[in-house]
């Protein structure tokens, strides 16, 4: 199974800023079937990003993501309040089936 | 509007069974997988198993193989989660979500079920 590690796990930052979030596998992602999700409170998970750099229908240019092999970044380029909320990322290219990463917490700071 | 609506909260004692469903509308059913991720309280996202609507294909997680039942019906649009004999450490909400094909992500999910098991 391919272990998804995420950092950090609780990032604090104000508005407009810059976030960076970090998620590591355990093994190579094949062909980059990596996706980062959204999740507000009380609410459903939101696709932001797949195949590990490409937005998802109707998400903001603020976000992007890039990485391959082991080594992925999502980054916020200046955060809105509706960005504050949890992160995860995931693979979807094992045969095994998917795993997510633990998530990462973005709050204001 | 793609949408996937999911049944609602239960409340259930352990060893009862329980069936939650996932409707899709919206979209052709049987041209997308649906499948099933647990989130304990405060907890992050567990990918149960998935189904082919088509054919009622599954895979299941190794960790979640035996413990629950994927099941679709494609006339009426629906996927099923089930449990035979419930736990109190099945208490958690319930998303389905669904993927083109196996390779692909999780881009329309139900607003979740709330499943609470208690003595």
């Known amino acids: 199974e391919i272990v998804l590690t995420q950092s950090p796990g609780t990032l604090s930052l104000s508005p407009g800023e810059r976030a960076t979030l970090s998620c590591r596998a355990s093994q190579s992602v094949s062909s980059s079937y990596l996706a980062w999700y959204q999740q507000k409170p009380g609410q459903a998970p939101r696709l932001l990003i797949y195949g590990a750099s490409s937005r998802a229908t109707g998400i903001p240019d603020r976000f992007s993501g890039s990485g391959s092999g082991t080594d992925f970044t999502l980054t916020i380029s200046r955060l809105e309040p509706e960005d504050f909320a949890v992160y995860y990322c995931q693979q979807y290219g094992s045969s095994q089936g998917y795993t997510f990463g633990q998530g990462t917490k973005l709050e204001i700071k | 509007e793609v949408q996937l609506v999911q049944s609602g909260a239960e409340v259930k004692k352990p060893g009862e069974s329980l069936r939650i469903s996932c409707q899709g509308a919206?979209?052709?059913?049987?041209?997308?997988?649906i499948t099933w991720v647990r989130q304990m309280p405060g907890k992050g996202l567990e990918w149960m198993g998935r189904i082919d609507p088509i054919d009622s294909f599954t895979k299941y997680s190794p960790s979640f193989q035996g413990h629950v039942t994927i099941s679709a019906d494609k006339s009426i649009s629906t996927a099923y989660l089930q449990w035979s004999s419930l736990k109190a450490s099945d208490t958690a909400m319930y998303y389905c979500?669904?993927?083109?094909?196996?390779?692909?992500?999780?881009?329309?999910w139900g607003q979740g079920t709330l499943v609470t098991v208690s003595s």
């Open positions: 979500a669904r993927h083109r094909q196996p390779l692909d992500p999780f881009d329309s």
């Open positions: 919206g979209y052709t059913f049987t041209d997308y997988w």
